[in-house]
């Protein structure tokens, strides 16, 4: 199977008033990105609490237009890139995926989870180890094995990258909206992993290995600058409740901070995110990568809904090493 | 009602006689590993046309410089040209099989002996010896634990037990295995940092080192899977764990295979009545209920 998104008629899906024209266009033309994104900060929120009621709300406050979604195919990817019993904070709770479906299926659409995990083969595992195989069959969900299936490729639209086209499996390709489902974390190359990094789970790891290692040979943030912008429509809804600071994506530490976000670029909230952790966006390398190309970074192009994030910030511990130690101006909250 | 393990290894039989040639889910396009599984899971229950079948499916995919591609194409990565390897050779020593099979075998292994991981900087970033070539998933790339010892499984089934990347393989997926027993993906420590085992990887460890070595960090790696069996596993880590174990065992001089039922009846129930969700795991795990007839550990002391 083979062929180019762009060309589908199913990706007309269209978010009010933000249409993702550099998605659309066949060339690395990047247009600057001049207009502000909407970003959705929900506080005090529980697993197991409203999170149906908080992401609607999050969507809505988003300009997400419900009606558009009637009878479109809505993949949810959640982050199971290593999941493990000891540490239920290192993924994607199964409450807020099933939140998630919860919603969209109200709005009629079609829903399934995907993901392919980056460190793990036996995916049934990684499912039952993250409780996530509990929650899709309790919600009647199916899940798309994104590591196995057949594939077809999609031309780099960003370009930063050596590889002139990706691999995406048939799910990915076949859906209207991927929605980027990560959980708020540190990442001890990148600084933090947030709703962009999240989508390095859409590549499959039948054309890529286990761990995703072509990815890695060929820039980690260009890589992820240029996943985002070849994969298609996005939006992201982000469990920042149970997080992880310290060595993550996967040792890391417990940190509460009770948040949900939500928007319609993915830039932006990753930029809200990285406020939040008390890093500063622009030394974020997939984030420097993605300004103006993706989203906007800058304070001034994002609009916040719901909570203000000033008022929530809370400085996440980050590894005391050199490529780390500029991400933040206060030399606090290190860790070795 | 509760299916028995003897109920569910003949179920599954007839499955896989009526469908050897199959893909990594029900429904999907045949793709080298669950076939190459498929291969050697017939062949382990004297299911020929199965085997035939399936060992056939590979050599029409063999490209022409030796690889077979995961997909079975000519688009790569090419790790499963190692499975193949195995699935011919086990076939053609079963049944003197085809001058054909030979032929694949060799070329395979040619293939496989072309290439190696890529080495990296010795560095205070990673745990691992860097410099051990071993096998990638993806021409280009560093070594990784899994490709690196199924191209052991291919070297050693295939006669080529001497060779020196066969030794390197074996050294590599020993300096992989975490300190504490088990293996992960390929990463030991990661900026001072010791990762977490896995099941299945560490399970591959075990079998690919089959016969080679005893004691120290495989026994470690051998208490981490029983210590494993009694939670929820997966069927394709439970099938690679009771092919670890019976591996482990294999110099004990009572094997006692009851230590999995309980194991067992709980993936089972997990499947549901019927179990026919996944092909491609079945085969795995009804390969693995030959315990010490599998195929795969049909190997001699290295």
Redesign the interface.
């Known amino acids: 199977m083979t062929g180019n998104p762009n060309a589908s008629n199913r990706r007309k899906f269209i978010v009010t008033g933000s249409a993702i024209a550099a998605a659309t266009t066949a060339a690395a033309v990047w247009h600057e990105w001049s207009r502000s994104e909407p970003v959705f900060i929900a506080r005090n929120q529980r697993y197991g609490g409203q999170l149906v009621a908080t992401i609607r709300d999050g969507l809505l406050a988003c300009d997400l237009d419900p009606r558009s979604l009637r009878g479109k195919r809505v993949l949810l990817k959640p982050n199971l890139v290593?999941p493990?019993?000891?540490s239920p904070h290192m993924t994607t709770h199964p409450s807020v995926i099933q939140a998630a479906a919860e919603v969209f299926r109200e709005w009629g659409a079609e829903v399934s989870v995907g993901e392919g995990p980056g460190?793990?083969?036996?995916?049934?595992?990684a499912?039952?180890d993250s409780g996530v195989w509990e929650a899709l069959h309790d919600s009647q969900l199916v899940f798309e094995?994104l590591n196995?299936?057949?594939?077809g490729t999609v031309t780099n639209i960003g370009k930063t990258c050596r590889l002139p086209e990706f691999y995406f499996p048939r799910a990915v390709m076949e859906a209207d909206l991927i929605v980027s489902l990560p959980k708020m974390k540190t990442h001890?190359w990148m600084g933090m992993t947030g709703a962009l990094k999240n989508m390095y789970g859409v590549i499959p790891?039948?054309?890529?290995?286990?761990?995703k290692?072509?990815l890695?040979?060929n820039g980690i943030p260009q890589t992820v600058c240029d996943i985002n912008a070849s994969v298609g429509r996005t939006l992201t809804i982000v469990d920042a409740i149970d997080c992880m600071e310290g060595?993550g994506p996967?040792?890391g530490s417990l940190k509460q901070m009770g948040l949900m976000l939500v928007g319609t670029n993915l830039t932006a909230v990753d930029a809200t995110l990285a406020r939040l952790m008390d890093l500063e966006p622009e030394r974020i390398p997939y984030l420097a990568l993605a300004k103006e190309r993706l989203g906007p970074l800058a304070e001034s192009h994002i609009e916040q809904r719901g909570e203000a994030w000033q008022s929530l910030a809370s400085p996440f511990l980050i590894?005391d090493?050199d490529h780390l130690r500029n991400l933040r101006d206060a030399r606090t909250h290190f860790v070795? | 009602m509760m299916v028995t393990t003897a109920e569910w290894v003949k179920q599954q039989q007839i499955r896989l006689a009526a469908q050897p040639v199959l893909?990594?889910?029900l429904g999907?396009?045949p793709?080298a590993e669950p076939v190459a599984i498929s291969a050697l899971t017939a062949i382990g229950y004297d299911l020929r046309p199965a085997a035939e079948s399936a060992c056939k499916c590979l050599l029409a995919s063999q490209n022409a410089d030796g690889s077979v591609a995961?997909?079975l194409n000519d688009q790569?990565?090419f790790w499963t040209t190692s499975l193949a390897c195995v699935a011919w050779q086990k076939f053609g020593l079963k049944w003197d099989g085809p001058p054909a099979y030979r032929d694949a075998v060799r070329r395979g292994l040619d293939f496989l002996l072309s290439f190696g991981g890529e080495q990296i900087e010795p560095n205070d970033e990673v745990g691992h010896n860097t410099l051990l070539v071993g096998w990638?998933?993806?021409q280009?790339?560093?070594s990784?634990l899994?490709p690196t010892a199924f191209a052991l499984l291919a070297l050693r089934h295939c006669d080529q037990s001497a060779h020196p990347r066969a030794r390197e393989a074996a050294e590599l997926i020993m300096d992989r295995i975490l300190p504490g027993g088990g293996s992960?993906?390929g990463n030991t420590l990661?900026?001072?940092?010791r990762?977490?085992p896995?099941?299945?990887?560490s399970a591959i460890s075990l079998v690919a080192l089959h016969r080679i070595l005893r004691g120290g960090r495989l026994t470690s790696t051998a208490d981490y899977l029983r210590g494993e069996l009694h939670?929820?596993?997966?069927?394709?880590?439970l099938a690679w764990s009771l092919l670890a174990l019976t591996s482990a065992d294999w110099h004990t001089t009572q094997q006692d295979n009851a230590k999995f039922e309980a194991a067992l009846a709980k993936c089972f129930e997990r499947a549901g009545p019927s179990g026919s969700e996944?092909p491609h795991?079945q085969n795995l795990l009804l390969m693995a209920l030959l315990y010490r007839e599998s195929p795969l550990l049909d190997l001699p002391e290295f």
């Open positions: 290593e493990s019993r000891q460190h793990v083969r036996d995916t049934e595992q499912l039952m094995d196995y299936q057949e594939v001890h790891g039948i054309k890529y290995g286990w761990p290692n072509v890695h040979y060595d996967i040792l590894l090493r070795t | 893909g990594y889910a999907q396009a793709a995961t997909q790569g990565p990638p998933w993806v280009g790339t560093h990784w899994e992960n993906y990661v900026l001072g940092q990762l977490r896995h099941v299945q990887p939670h929820p596993m997966g069927m394709l880590s996944n795991r």
